[in-house]
């Protein structure tokens, strides 16, 4: 376990969020001073938070949260995260990590070359950035200056959880995401699970799609 920097609370609002024309859920945003890596992650406080809330880290996907992207499923997994955590009480932490942390652009030039064959990780090798560039330091200090010790994470990402216990936050189960696997976004949820361990489990019918 590693002692990272004190973060602290800088502000928190009231933001009700609704998803697919669903019903708004109440959430409370809340922003921090003092992160490690110096962006702009925002918390939502979710229903009634208990001593081992539910928890997502959810890295922002402007393509798929925003605009409904079928090449991932970050859209779907943020919208579920947000109804799931609303009913048993905890946190969303958007983490502002396009791209697994490689940016906008980069992520678009490596969906062209995804085009043409590779894989979402091999691509972003063939652009000489890190298959993964997220680093969850900034995510354990925003739970610690909530005063959240202890989580289930509600993740399909081992690292995720790995990353959060070296940070000193313990995790005490990785709860999974549903799957929102479709014939556009299978070979990518496919190399989630064969290049890092993802716990998805791909529908049958799709995988002709992903060899």
């Not at 962006?39 to 081992?52: I, K, Q, R, T």
């Not at 079928?70 to 905890?90: F, K």
């Not at 946190?91 to 995804?114: P, S, V």
């Not at 313990?170 to 070979?187: H, K, M």
């Amino acid at each position: 376990m590693t002692t990272v920097a004190a973060a602290e609370v800088r502000t928190r609002v009231r933001i009700p969020l609704r998803f697919d024309g669903g019903p708004a859920v109440e959430a409370e945003a809340v922003t921090f001073r003092g992160l490690a890596d110096g962006l702009e992650h925002l918390a939502f406080v979710l229903g009634e938070p208990g001593p081992v809330p539910l928890v997502r880290m959810h890295s922002e996907c402007l393509t798929g949260d925003v605009f409904g992207s079928a090449r991932c499923d970050c859209g779907p997994q943020l919208g579920e995260s947000v109804a799931r955590i609303a009913e048993t009480g905890g946190y969303l932490l958007y983490l502002r990590q396009e791209g697994r942390g490689i940016g906008l652009y980069n992520k678009l030039d490596a969906y062209a070359l995804q085009d043409d064959g590779l894989d979402t990780y091999a691509a972003n090798a063939a652009l000489g950035l890190p298959e993964d560039a997220r680093d969850y330091t900034a995510a354990a200090q925003m739970l610690q200056a909530l005063g959240v010790a202890r989580v289930d994470l509600l993740s399909n990402n081992p690292d995720k959880a790995a990353q959060l216990t070296t940070g000193g936050v313990d995790v005490r189960e990785r709860v999974r995401t549903g799957v929102f696997a479709t014939e556009t976004n299978v070979r990518y949820l496919r190399a989630k699970v064969e290049h890092t361990g993802h716990s998805l489990t791909l529908p049958a019918g799709l995988g002709h799609i992903a060899s």
